[in-house]
């Protein structure tokens, strides 16, 4: 399963190095949410495993009902912070992407 997502990181790389260096702000921004993206799905997929694990292991009805309780809680924390992670680079990468637009509109006219 790591590999998939490490060749899911490598192929990103490789179609944004063919853009060019202009957008290297931008191609940096891009890498930062996929490996965002990516740490935070094998965090969750991890996540995901040691729940069921616990369920299995649960003794009785209750522990169950605490087991999934607890896992929800954690579930919306962890989904919550990351997705304000991801929009914060995703705001990054809106303003990289408009400073040549920026820059161009402030030149002055001849």
């Given at each position: ?69 607890e896992y929800a809680k954690t579930v919306l924390e ?33």
């Open positions: 399963m790591s590999d998939t997502f490490d060749n899911t990181i490598k192929a990103v790389q490789n179609k944004l190095a063919t853009v060019g260096a202009p957008n290297v702000i931008l191609n940096e921004s891009v890498l930062a949410i996929v490996a965002e993206v990516t740490d935070y799905s094998k965090k969750s997929l991890d996540d995901r495993r040691d729940f069921i694990g616990s369920l299995f292991e649960a003794k009785s009805l209750n522990s169950v009902f605490q087991i999934q309780s962890r989904s919550l912070a990351e997705a304000m992670k991801i929009g914060a680079l995703y705001s990054n990468v809106a303003k990289a992407a408009s400073r040549p637009i920026e820059g161009a509109m402030l030149k002055p006219k001849e």
